[in-house]
């Protein structure tokens, strides 16, 4: 009986801690790249060029992707389904101002459902281009959850900081 009164206890408080969690979430990285704004720019715009510098595209190099919609900017859209590393999403472009702004709806199926606003902008700083990457999005129970154990900003952000190192490795090439 005690250990079962110990162990209700411990699961409302994992609960309360849980619920107690922010109802939002936001992640940013910055880099500055050593390349003209119109070049970076490009290269995210066109949701083809990904495969040279996302983090995720050599986690599964099995993985199904589909583009379709637009060629680039807005409409365009992207589609994958991998293993467990990637998932099963699809990233949208809802808003492109050249040399400026990029906005995606992103949408993961797998391993969880979400829906996510991603957001790139760019910024001439010195003869480079100051990128920053970001993405915000709701925090439903089980994300609350993950929280307790897992810093979402933190394994999130070192994927960003990856991507953004190697998109200034493939457009700094050029």
């Known amino acids: 009986m005690l250990v079962a009164i110990i162990v209700i206890v411990l699961l409302l408080g994992f609960i309360a801690?849980?619920?107690?969690?922010?109802?939002?979430?936001?992640v940013t990285r910055k880099a500055a790249i050593a390349a003209p704004v119109a070049d970076v720019f490009a290269q995210v715009n066109d949701l083809h060029k990904w495969d040279a510098w996302s983090p995720w595209a050599k986690l599964d190099p099995n993985a199904?992707?589909?583009?379709?919609?637009?060629?680039?900017?807005?409409?365009?859209?992207?589609?994958?389904?991998?293993?467990?590393?990637?998932?099963?999403?699809?990233m949208t472009i809802t808003d492109s101002k050249p040399n400026e702004l990029i906005r995606i709806k992103l949408e993961f199926r797998r391993p969880f459902a979400a829906t996510n606003a991603v957001e790139f902008t760019f910024t001439p700083e010195g003869g480079k281009t100051l990128v920053t990457w970001s993405m915000s999005g709701r925090n439903n129970f089980m994300s609350k959850a993950m929280g307790l154990v897992m810093n979402c900003d933190d394994m999130i952000g070192k994927q960003y900081e990856k991507g953004l190192s190697q998109l200034a490795n493939v457009v700094e090439k050029k």
């Open 64 to 90: 199904k992707n589909i583009h379709s919609g637009a060629p680039e900017g807005v409409g365009a859209v992207f589609s994958w389904s991998g293993n467990n590393k990637v998932g099963e999403g699809t």
């Open 17 to 26: 801690a849980a619920q107690s969690r922010p109802d939002t979430f936001s």
